[in-house]
């Protein structure tokens, strides 16, 4: 990353540019284009979040979006209460409105940021993040931001993340970085490839999954599992 984390664009930008880009986030098929095997990782969590919690009545979605994840959950397990949480307003009423279509519990929306908002503690039998926790900025926005998913889990519940990750070692990354440029470049060519770089420069802050990993353990979860890696994209679940 060239620029450093207290240039990084605000909450306030992020959330403008999410305003008006809602019909990208709202194909099940291919997820987000710009995220390697988008529709795999929502197959997976989709379908590992219900064997794991069984159970689950209460589902939580962080940076929902259109709101892809939960509706993939719910068509695993009719029912589910959903609590949607996204800084765009378009967003959560374009998750809603497709909610509303399917099999649901009670459907609550909640705009902002997640670690500000009074949200119930040991609520949530699962809890999804998907292409959000790279907006997390410091050490101590890490450290916050899994403190209070932590906190918001039922004892047993699993939190599911899928993301993009950096890397430890610097040779690492950069092989892993020139498959994405590739793949990029592949969907639209090499202007397309320099676009999303220069987006991801500003607004993203990734860490790399090891970081995350021991983060997670340090907050209390007791047991991790990765279930998928590919470049510089991956998902994993952790459970309380």
């Given at each position: 990353m060239k620029t450093p984390l207290e240039k990084k664009s605000s909450t306030q930008t992020i959330q403008e540019r999410f305003d008006n880009d809602v019909e990208r986030f709202s194909n099940l098929d291919t997820g987000q284009q710009a995220?390697?095997?988008?529709?795999?990782?929502?197959?997976?969590i989709s379908a590992l979040s219900i064997q794991i919690?069984?159970?689950?009545?209460?589902?939580?979605?962080?940076?929902?979006?259109?709101?892809?994840?939960?509706?993939?959950?719910?068509?695993?397990?009719?029912?589910?209460?959903?609590?949607?949480?996204?800084?765009?307003?378009?967003?959560?009423?374009?998750?809603?409105?497709?909610?509303?279509?399917?099999?649901?519990?009670?459907?609550?929306?909640?705009?902002?940021?997640?670690?500000?908002?009074?949200?119930?503690?040991?609520?949530y039998h699962l809890i999804v993040a998907a292409a959000v926790l790279h907006h997390l900025r410091d050490d101590q926005d890490w450290l916050d931001g899994f403190t209070k998913i932590y906190d918001l889990l039922k004892p047993g519940g699993a939190l599911f993340v899928s993301d993009m990750f950096f890397h430890e070692d610097a040779v690492v990354h950069q092989v892993m970085w020139d498959r994405y440029?590739?793949?990029?470049?592949?969907?639209?060519?090499?202007?397309?490839?320099?676009?999303?770089?220069?987006?991801?420069?500003?607004?993203?802050?990734?860490?790399?999954?090891?970081?995350?990993?021991?983060?997670?353990?340090k907050v209390g979860f007791r047991k991790i599992d990765v279930l998928h890696k590919n470049s510089c994209f991956g998902a994993y679940v952790a459970i309380k």
């Open positions: 995220v390697i095997d988008a529709p795999l990782m929502l197959d997976l919690v069984p159970h689950a009545q209460n589902i939580l979605d962080i940076g929902c979006g259109a709101g892809n994840n939960t509706i993939k959950i719910v068509r695993e397990k009719a029912g589910l209460n959903c609590d949607l949480v996204d800084l765009s307003l378009p967003m959560l009423e374009r998750a809603e409105e497709r909610l509303r279509q399917e099999e649901t519990g009670a459907i609550r929306t909640f705009q902002g940021d997640f670690r500000s908002l009074d949200l119930p503690d040991d609520h440029g590739a793949y990029l470049s592949s969907l639209g060519g090499d202007e397309y490839r320099q676009k999303v770089f220069d987006y991801i420069d500003y607004e993203d802050s990734p860490r790399d999954l090891t970081y995350q990993i021991e983060l997670l353990r």
